[in-house]
């Protein structure tokens, strides 16, 4: 096919393009990435961190609303291990609104949000009234999502009256350091889950990603501070074998182990491992 001079410039740029796209990032453009983003978020106003952290609070409880609807329908159809599985499967979606939407997760700002800290770009009063803002705003959007989920059993015959205390009880039996070391692993995953989804370039390729990584904590039955918040606090609105001292101790560890599972495992380690060979990155 004979191709004119008029189009072979284009077809080259298209096939560079394609090239670009294709070519896997290389670490320290990663580690870039993320002090730039941090940065950004670093520097938004209040009220906007706010207002985005209450929307990833609502987006993310569509998990725990799928969760349900899934046991409430399997429970007792399918063996328990199948059940495991399809809750898990269960897990990742509304991961997949909050991070493809660029809503505010404060278990992704464990890590992200202390990079350029370590790249001494802001402070750590900086660091600590971000992750207060998003933290908050986290916990405001699940608890109305939990309010949500309490009436709903009662008007949808898709959830059972039990589903919710069966999600909770899944992750209050357990002693403090358990719950620590758990809350540490999800932490740890999700410090992975912000590094590859900026290592990515298409939308598919980061939902891959979040599907993979979020699973895998449904599996482990990890602690998820946010996620967890909602699964518990709708147990306590709608049950009497779960209470607020439940909830309060849950919480109170699993997000401390979420804290260092990404500040340790993910943000200090790919720090330490990048910026040795790579100055200034937070400069561009």
Do not use: C
Not at 5 to 18: A, V
Not at 52 to 77: E, P, Q, T
Not at 255 to 275: D, P, Q, R, W, Y
């Amino acid at each position: 096919m004979k191709i004119t001079r008029e189009g072979q410039p284009m077809r080259n740029r298209r096939n560079d393009l394609k090239d670009v796209l294709n070519k896997p990032k290389q670490i320290d453009e990663i580690l870039k990435e993320q002090i730039e983003m941090a940065m950004h978020e670093h520097n938004r106003s209040s009220q906007d961190l706010f207002l985005s952290a209450i929307s990833a609070g609502l987006d993310v409880g569509f998990s725990v609303f799928l969760m349900a609807v899934v046991y409430s329908l399997f429970h007792g159809v399918v063996n328990p291990s199948v059940l495991h599985v399809l809750l898990a499967l269960a897990y990742p979606l509304g991961f997949i609104f909050v991070v493809i939407g660029k809503s505010e997760l404060f278990t992704e700002h464990t890590t992200l949000a202390v990079i350029p800290v370590l790249n001494k770009d802001v402070s750590l009063k900086s660091l600590m009234f971000l992750w207060g803002v998003i933290y908050v705003g986290n916990l405001l959007g699940g608890y109305a999502f939990s309010l949500i989920l309490s009436v709903l059993p009662s008007a949808v015959e898709v959830i059972s009256l039990n589903a919710f205390e069966s999600l909770a009880q899944k992750l209050i039996d357990f002693p403090w350091y358990i719950i620590l070391l758990s809350g540490l692993l999800a932490g740890w995953l999700m410090g992975l889950l912000s590094w590859l989804v900026t290592s990515s370039q298409e939308t598919i390729s980061r939902i891959i990603i979040i599907v993979l990584i979020t699973s895998v904590i449904g599996m482990g039955g990890l602690h998820h501070s946010i996620v967890g918040s909602i699964e518990i606090f709708t147990a306590v609105l709608t049950s009497e074998a779960i209470g607020l001292a439940d909830y309060g101790w849950v919480q109170l560890w699993a997000t401390l182990g979420n804290i260092v599972g990404g500040v340790v495992f993910v943000a200090f380690v790919k720090f330490s491992h990048v910026n040795p060979r790579s100055k200034h990155l937070g400069n561009g």
